[in-house]
């Protein structure tokens, strides 16, 4: 199967520090990319859809300039949380999808990375 | 209202029994269906996709989509303790959304 990575899988930052945070598909080519955060139990919320070579669509509310998105690769997309707060400690998640259609095609979720901001 | 909605739970069944998982969405998702299984700390994995009007059985899962009334449900056959977790449903028209989360406890 379908197998994304994510790096790190946990970090812990001083607040007004930048963090990067990496996907990569391991075995395919990601054609879109999907970055979600999400808080203790709520569900996972978009942040941003990004395509290989493009800029990343970001979700209404989220903003562009505090995370950056970066899908330079069809295997690699990273997202820098600028300037950190601590109310942007969360969960973030990427997954990765084959097909720039994503409609009908499966989308593998990397493992996570827990983000918390001091 | 909100695109894709669930029953947050939680819902609690005993080992064996049939939990059923349900999802109702607006128009504006209506093209294909997705059902995540969410352990607590981890990310989500698939569990199945539905397209079509009807039934899709997969081992103990079945997903069941209606679209005249815009819902669309997973039954999980033979509940084991191991499948409690949070089922997330997400409604995909090459725009996605994900339900909140229905909580689900398989007692032992």
């Known amino acids: 199967g379908a197998v994304v990575s994510q790096h790190p899988s946990w970090v812990i930052c001083k607040s007004g520090t930048s963090v990067k945070i990496e996907c990569r598909s391991l075995?395919?080519?990601?054609?879109?990319m999907f970055w979600y955060r999400q808080f203790p139990k709520q569900s996972l919320m978009l942040m941003a859809t990004?395509?290989?070579?493009?800029?990343?669509?970001?979700e209404q509310g989220v903003e562009k300039d505090k995370f950056l998105i970066n899908h330079a690769s069809l295997t690699l997309s990273t997202l820098t949380v600028t300037s950190a707060h601590p109310e942007d400690s969360s969960f973030y998640i990427c997954?990765?999808?084959?097909?720039?259609?994503?409609?009908?095609?499966?989308?593998?979720f990397g493992p996570g990375t827990r983000l918390t901001v001091l | 209202q909100k695109e894709v909605e669930q029953n947050s739970g939680p819902l609690s069944v005993p080992e064996g029994a049939i939990a059923s998982l349900n999802c109702t969405y607006s128009d504006r998702v209506s093209q294909s269906f997705f059902w995540y299984r969410q352990y607590s700390g981890k990310s989500p994995e698939l569990i199945m996709s539905?397209?079509?009007?009807g039934d899709k059985e997969d081992g103990r899962f079945t997903a069941q989509l209606n679209k005249a009334s815009q819902y669309v449900s997973l039954l999980i056959r033979d509940s084991q303790p191991s499948d409690s977790a949070t089922y997330l449903c997400e409604g995909n028209n090459n725009d996605m959304r994900f339900g909140a989360g229905t909580r689900l406890t398989v007692k032992p």
């Open positions: 539905i397209y079509s009007n």
């Open positions: 075995d395919f080519q990601a054609t879109t």
């Open positions: 997954s990765a999808s084959q097909r720039a259609d994503t409609s009908t095609d499966t989308q593998y």
């Open positions: 990004s395509n290989e070579g493009s800029k990343a669509t970001y």
